[in-house]
């Protein structure tokens, strides 16, 4: 039910009995917050948000206050204000003096409101948090010096990923965020997405750098390549503000090339590879009637961490092939390296990637060989950014090369795996070409319009009715599961899971970003690089199908279960 309320001496409507906070941010009202998330019930944890209602002797805090008809509410009194910068200062009293190198200088929303605030000086002063950074995990580090206790990592980490890494210990003035028995994340339930730096608001958690690496190697004289992930190009277009038309894979090749990279490779044709084995994988188990079944997506290192931990039983439903990180690390030390002549140890393999976990897939024992890994560092797109910047180059205004020879080619399909539900449809799309299919544009996976949404469609494929559904999140593939084995359904035979919501559009190495509205813009420049007149589905791609007939009956291409 709709009511008006004054706000500021403006009338507006809102709905009676909702958040007081959204029917201000949806009237254009800008009012700060650190605690609040979209999507969450209000903790009123920060008080940032706290507004002036006429007939209170106290400020109230907007996002936990229902709306009520008649209200009179002001957003900028300077009790309000004041109120507000002395929150602000009481939290940069013990903060660290490091915003100069910090990872997230000018990305911090602490730094942000300190100027929004006016705050100049430090006013008050107390002593410096204790604890230790913790840097034993291979993708997340956490420094809880830096944490302001907005409760956001847990609450992601909690009712989102189900996994509850890292929670509240101690309490009142006491009270921190640790892992269990303050024993590090690297032996702690964490599955490695990354989600908690995504909404961190501060560089509370940040991920492991390879930077350094990086350019340990390009300044060694190795031969660096890079193989880059569709959907990195997709999020670069997007945070640069160009068009898929720009050819951001050129530019990016260019740039590459000026730093020191010995090659550039397009990881599309790896993609490629990794769809074509996982439909035949799957032809398999339903031409079997195997009880594998539904077989479960293993491209998201985070959700084969899940399963592993809290699943054990559904590790035979994982489809056992390489991710494409790691099908294009093989390519590159074997096929590559071989064709070339060139020692395999002399090459330094570098993928960039939108996902914190492909650092920890990186690590795994099964990809490295004879004591050489197949991929030697992992960048993320904010590590690339940080790259490109400290060698002064701009893909605004950088000339086009194209990738090298000879993974210089993709399928449009290679985009697909860059949100829920566009892996789903590549593999089904190869299943109607293995199992005989005749119509192959007979139909269309639709998108939820909830980003944690889930989506189910069965799909006649010759004298066989096969069932897809994707989801992305794990509190919703948990829930999935869950439904599925209470009704005991048998009709999935497909399930394909990404760890971030939206799939990699919302991965955690992703440009930090409020909210989803850029998740939604990687989405769709995902779906529309996918028009770009390429060949529209993985076994059009020549070279992936030509890999694939060599190479997929190999064990150094099959996946392993990592311990």
């Not at 007149?533 to 059009?540: L, N, S, T």
Request: with cysteine; net charge positive; glycine share 6%.
């Amino acid at each position: 039910m709709e009511c008006k309320i004054t706000v500021n001496n403006k009338t507006i409507v809102a709905r009676e009995g909702g958040s007081l906070l959204s029917a201000l941010q949806q009237n254009g009202f800008k009012i700060p917050t650190l605690c609040h998330m979209n999507r969450f019930s209000p903790t009123g944890a920060c008080r940032l948000c706290v507004v002036e209602v006429e007939g209170k002797q106290d400020l109230i805090t907007s996002c936990s206050y229902p709306v009520e008809e008649g209200m009179k509410v002001s957003t900028n009194s300077q009790r309000v204000i004041r109120a507000r910068k002395s929150l602000v200062e009481l939290l940069l009293s013990n903060h660290p003096y490091d915003c100069l190198y910090c990872q997230r200088n000018g990305h911090c929303e602490l730094q942000w409101l300190a100027e929004e605030m006016n705050v100049k000086e430090r006013k008050y002063f107390a002593g410096k948090l204790s604890d230790f950074p913790d840097y034993s995990s291979t993708s997340v580090a956490r420094d809880p010096a830096k944490c302001v206790l907005c409760s956001r990592c847990v609450r992601i980490c909690e009712e989102v990923q189900l996994v509850t890494a890292i929670d509240f210990i101690s309490r009142g003035n006491q009270t921190k965020v640790n892992s269990a028995f303050r024993k590090g994340l690297n032996v702690s339930s964490c599955i490695h997405c990354g989600q908690c730096i995504q909404v961190c608001p501060t560089a509370a958690l940040v991920d492991i750098s390879h930077l350094e690496k990086v350019q340990a190697a390009l300044a060694s004289g190795k031969k660096v390549t890079f193989a880059i992930s569709p959907s990195v190009i997709a999020s670069l277009t997007a945070e640069l503000r160009l068009k898929p038309k720009d050819m951001v894979i050129n530019r990016l090749t260019a740039a590459l090339k000026r730093l020191g990279a010995s090659m550039v490779f397009d990881m599309g044709t790896a993609i490629d590879i990794n769809v074509m084995e996982e439909a035949r994988q799957l032809a398999e188990r339903i031409q079997n009637k195997e009880e594998k079944l539904p077989m479960l997506s293993s491209c998201c290192p985070s959700w084969v961490r899940y399963v592993g931990d809290a699943r054990p039983h559904m590790s035979d439903h994982l489809a056992k092939v390489k991710s494409p990180q790691h099908i294009a690390g093989s390519l590159i030390k074997k096929v590559y390296a071989k064709d070339n002549d060139i020692p395999a140890d002399d090459i330094y393999t570098v993928t960039v990637m939108p996902c914190v976990a492909k650092k920890y897939e990186s690590s795994w024992e099964q990809n490295t060989h004879k004591g050489i890994a197949e991929v030697d560092s992992v960048l993320t797109v904010r590590e690339l950014f940080r790259l490109l910047r400290s060698f002064g180059l701009s893909l605004e205004h950088m000339e086009e090369e194209k990738p090298d020879a000879p993974f210089s080619q993709s399928s449009a399909a290679a985009f697909k795996p860059g949100y829920s539900g566009g892996k789903a449809e590549a593999v089904a799309r190869e299943l109607f070409r293995i199992m005989g299919g005749k119509n192959k544009e007979s139909f269309r996976f639709l998108q939820p319009k909830n980003l944690a949404g889930k989506r189910e469609i069965h799909i006649t494929i010759g004298r066989n009715t096969v069932g897809f559904a994707w989801v992305s999140s794990i509190a919703e593939a948990e829930k999935y599961l869950r439904e599925l084995e209470d009704e005991k359904r048998d009709d999935i035979h497909y399930l394909e899971v990404m760890a971030c919501l939206a799939g990699c559009a919302g991965g955690g190495g992703q440009p930090i970003s409020r909210g989803f509205e850029q998740v939604r813009t990687r989405k769709k420049i995902c779906i529309d690089m996918e028009k770009s007149g390429k060949p529209g589905h993985a076994a059009e791609n020549p070279l992936a199908m030509k890999l694939f007939d060599k190479y997929h009956f190999k064990e150094n291409m099959i996946w392993e279960e990592p311990e």
